[in-house]
């Protein structure tokens, strides 16, 4: 196969130059995790608009073609057009191998580079990770969070608080374990103290957030580190892009994630998911001082980093109450739980009075009653996504919705998904409504069964689908789908 001229776009180039410094950096520096070797990985990286860039692949597809792309990544294959039944981010099977997929997308700051090639890394973890059995947790999990406990959030924010401060002592020069595990056991018994007002199973889906996202991040933070500073210096190709000699923002970037700490679960942000990767990745790096060798715990005995650390700390649950006691006083804990409980009672207002707006929309309201049947797959937009409660999300964007024989699609009109009682409902504009079943014309006033097909289109919507009963019942539709 002879290679192909293709000329690639700033982003194109840049993406594939941090991911030939993401390769050149596991090369160059320590071992950051037993095992993990990046370029062993295959890599797809592609653009919403068509390119797509297979790296490292042994079978690749026949649609995919060698381009010219510099020797140091070996041998990468070029591709336009739509990649189909394609995973937006994560891993997926190309050609029987399982690749790392990532969407060419940078930021605008000064270490959008930098921030592009800790994705490639984090993602390349993962996939390490799935090989080791270490999955994320389900994502019923994540919605039935309570994500508006005043004393959660509150307790939350403290954790990362104490946080922030061990981190400050962990990366003093020369620090040593005696100095660093009382402030391990002041987090500690923070959060011995929120768990105990949580159900047991949303402490286990903190855990299995924490062990699977928290380790990607402190690799993607250690790699940073170590190529930011002398004696690394970066690829050929990064420097003659970038002008760079090294990660220069590297450290910058880290610093951000830091500051974060203190400000995880304030008034619920990151409350179901992104805390855990804050919390699990400065875990990590507090046992790299307490116990070097805690990789090697948490995947021989499946510990949890918590239980690792409390392991390693010494931590005792009786001396839970004081520690607590002095963490809250240190960090001003009152006027933050007074702040959680007013903005929780805010907050619970706004999404009913949203809510409200939604379904008291002039048109034809349907609910669409999908419980007996199995969802396959769906196409959101999650910057669309707005949680109401632990089981009601509005989508307000674009959401497309399949089962076995039935297709929801909605475009930009506003739709309510309840998932724990598996309906949609949504506010169809009375204009240009068309609405048959078993291909006839069917008034929704009515009631009626579809044995064949009903279909439903409209302004921003269009449901298909295969069996079923329709009710009217004070002006709702409701249509129980059966297949």
Request: hydrophobic fraction near 40%; charge should be negative; proline fraction near 6%.
């Amino acid at each position: 196969m002879t290679p192909t001229d293709l000329a690639l776009t700033q982003d194109e180039t840049e993406a594939l130059v941090c991911l030939r410094e993401l390769l050149a950096l596991a090369r160059a520096a320590a071992p950051v995790w037993p095992g993990w070797d990046p370029s062993t990985i295959p890599f797809l990286l592609y653009k919403p608009s068509g390119s797509a860039f297979l790296v490292n692949h042994p079978f690749p597809p026949a649609e995919f073609y060698v381009i010219n792309a510099g020797d140091s990544l070996g041998r990468v294959y070029g591709y336009h057009g739509e990649l189909r039944k394609l995973r937006r981010t994560g891993s997926s099977e190309i050609n029987g191998f399982e690749t790392v997929v990532v969407p060419i997308a940078f930021g605008s700051g000064l270490d959008r580079s930098e921030a592009f090639l800790a994705e490639l890394a984090g993602e390349a973890f993962h996939r390490h990770q799935e090989g080791l059995g270490i999955v994320p947790p389900l994502t019923a999990m994540a919605d039935a969070y309570p994500d508006l406990s005043a004393e959660n959030n509150a307790l939350g924010n403290l954790e990362g608080r104490v946080l922030f401060e061990a981190m400050a002592s962990a990366r003093q020069p020369e620090v040593v374990r005696e100095a660093l595990a009382p402030v391990a056991r002041e987090f500690l018994a923070v959060r011995q103290a929120r768990r105990a007002g949580l159900p047991w199973e949303m402490a286990q889906y903190e855990e299995t957030v924490e062990l699977c996202a928290g380790p990607a991040t402190y690799v993607e933070d250690r790699l940073l580190d170590f190529g930011s500073q002398a004696p690394y210096r970066s690829s050929r190709e990064w420097r003659e892009l970038l002008g760079r000699e090294r990660l220069d923002y590297g450290g910058a970037l880290l610093e951000k994630r830091l500051e974060r700490l203190k400000s995880i679960n304030a008034r619920g942000e990151g409350a179901t998911y992104d805390r855990f990767v804050l919390t699990g990745s400065a875990i990590a790096h507090l046992l790299d001082v307490l116990e070097p060798r805690w990789p090697a715990r948490v995947l021989g005995a499946g510990a949890s980093l918590t239980a690792t650390l409390a392991e390693v700390a010494a931590f005792q649950p009786a001396a839970g109450p004081g520690l607590l006691a002095k963490a809250q006083e240190n960090h001003a804990y009152a006027a933050q739980y007074d702040d959680e409980r007013a903005f929780a009672d805010e907050e619970e207002a706004r999404r009913q009075s949203l809510l409200d707006s939604v379904l008291g929309q002039r048109g034809r309201r349907f609910v669409f009653d999908l419980s007996r049947v199995r969802m396959t797959g769906s196409d959101v937009d999650a910057a669309g996504v707005e949680r109401i409660d632990q089981t009601r999300r509005l989508h307000r964007r674009r959401g497309t919705f399949f089962y076995r024989e039935t297709m929801l699609d909605f475009a930009g009109l506003p739709v309510v998904e309840d998932r724990g009682g598996g309906t949609f409902t949504v506010v169809v504009p009375p204009r240009d409504l068309a609405f048959t079943v078993d291909h006839e014309p069917f008034s929704a006033s009515e009631h009626g069964r579809f044995h064949q097909r009903l279909e439903l289109t409209g302004p921003g919507v269009k449901v298909v689908a295969s069996a079923g009963t329709i009710e009217y019942d004070d002006g709702i539709v409701y249509v129980h789908i059966e297949r």
